[in-house]
């Protein structure tokens, strides 16, 4: 049961432009929400994160958006640049009593065109 | 370098034999979580371990066990081995149990089964 989705299995966007990851989660307890990049043959790092208690959390280029209502997230780069093309997995975390682990997401692969 | 170290980076193997993932974690973190990314998969969480108990469990197979070492190194046993579990396993570590800063993740042992 996937319960952190991410229906874009790849994304194209020209230098310069903004580009919008999507998450969507179906457990309405997830608290905490990260984005993670991952080139090939590494582990992911650790982007940006976000509390269920905000709506939107920046950092840089980087702002992770929260609609706890709708139950998405979306990551929105700007501008974006050739280094930035990588693989995108958002991850959310339940309540203790539901476990300590992040659900991932399939990944969202992100190709910035020069 | 994540500071998160697993071994082998790569291992091929036949069907039924039985293999061990190594992790070492990130100085200071006490918790080690292990994943598996399948192909067109996300991450799905295996099991968390923090300070050499275990902490939570997901999807983990019962052919698969884990342990977490008095030095935090952490090994996943892998048994019976079939062509499906052929993927990339991940360990990550947190220096505490609920990761509200993120994991950090190795760079993964990639499995094949044939």
């Known amino acids: 049961d996937q319960q952190v989705k991410q229906n874009s299995p790849s994304l194209s966007v020209q230098e310069g432009r903004i580009s919008i990851l999507n998450c969507d989660y179906t457990?309405?307890?997830?608290?905490?929400f990260l984005w993670y990049k991952k080139y090939p043959a590494e582990g992911p790092t650790f982007l940006i994160s976000i509390s269920s208690i905000k709506d939107k959390n920046e950092d840089g280029r980087f702002t992770v958006f929260l609609n706890k209502s709708a139950k998405h997230l979306s990551l929105h780069i700007v501008p974006s640049q050739p280094g930035d093309s990588a693989v995108y997995f958002c991850?959310?975390?339940?309540?203790?009593?539901?476990?300590?682990?992040?659900?991932f997401g399939t990944g969202t692969s992100l190709t910035v065109i020069p | 370098d994540s500071g998160v170290t697993q071994t082998p980076k790569h291992l091929i193997t036949a069907t039924g034999q039985r293999v061990t993932l190594r992790c070492s974690p990130r100085?200071?973190?006490?918790?080690v979580y292990w994943y598996q990314q399948s192909l067109d998969q996300g991450l799905q969480f295996l099991i968390q371990y923090y300070n050499g108990e275990e902490r939570a469990k997901g999807n983990i197979l019962e052919r698969f066990s884990a342990q977490q070492f008095p030095d935090l190194h952490s090994e996943l046993n892998l048994s019976s081995l079939e062509l499906g579990d052929s993927a990339l396993y991940f360990c990550a570590s947190s220096v505490e149990p609920r990761g509200r800063y993120g994991y950090t993740f190795g760079s993964g042992t990639r499995l094949t089964v044939v």
């Open positions: 457990n309405s307890m997830f608290d905490y």
């Open positions: 100085s200071g973190d006490l918790s």
């Open positions: 991850a959310a975390r339940g309540e203790v009593k539901t476990g300590n682990q992040f659900y």
